[in-house]
């Protein structure tokens, strides 16, 4: 069966005023390489959110962080009451990618998302839809060109 987006969707997007606001869905060992980038570019980005089902994970990143982010064991919790995260890095196992962006693109959040995009080509053609009606970005992380 098709993954389907939720009926609900959040206004359309502004432009992010000040530093981009980020939450990160999933907390294992991928996140690290993002938290690096966040803090490099720390004038420009913050994680105000972290996403892990693992106590251990979410205790790893925020020492990584050097901050207390907000935590959840739920991306869909987190999606609800973060109003503020102007984007999402999704970096859960593969076969949450899909649920996650459309969560993501309908609670009108951006998108960067380690590969696989989704395991589908349903799946695919969901997000595709979903991401062109909130209009928000959506990227593919993929660093091994």
Do not use: W
């Not at 939450?23 to 993002?34: E, M, T």
């Not at 009451?81 to 609670?107: F, G, R, Y």
């Not at 960067?112 to 395991?119: A, I, Q, V």
């Amino acid at each position: 069966m098709p993954t389907q987006a939720p009926t609900q969707t959040a206004p359309r997007p502004g432009p992010v005023q000040g530093r981009v606001k980020l939450a990160i869905l999933g907390a294992g060992g991928i996140s690290q390489v993002h938290i690096a980038g966040i803090l490099a570019h720390a004038d420009k980005a913050e994680c105000v959110a972290l996403c892990d089902i693992s106590d251990e994970n979410l205790d790893l990143r925020s020492a990584q962080l050097g901050t207390q982010p907000a935590r959840y064991g739920d991306f869909n919790a987190l999606l609800r009451e973060q109003t503020d995260v102007d984007a999402v890095i999704v970096a859960l196992p593969h076969k949450l990618h899909a649920p996650a962006i459309l969560a993501s693109a309908a609670a009108g959040k951006h998108i960067l998302c380690e590969k696989p995009m989704c395991t589908t080509l349903s799946e695919a053609d969901s997000i595709l839809k979903a991401v062109a009606d909130a209009s928000v970005t959506y990227m593919s992380a993929h660093n091994q060109l």
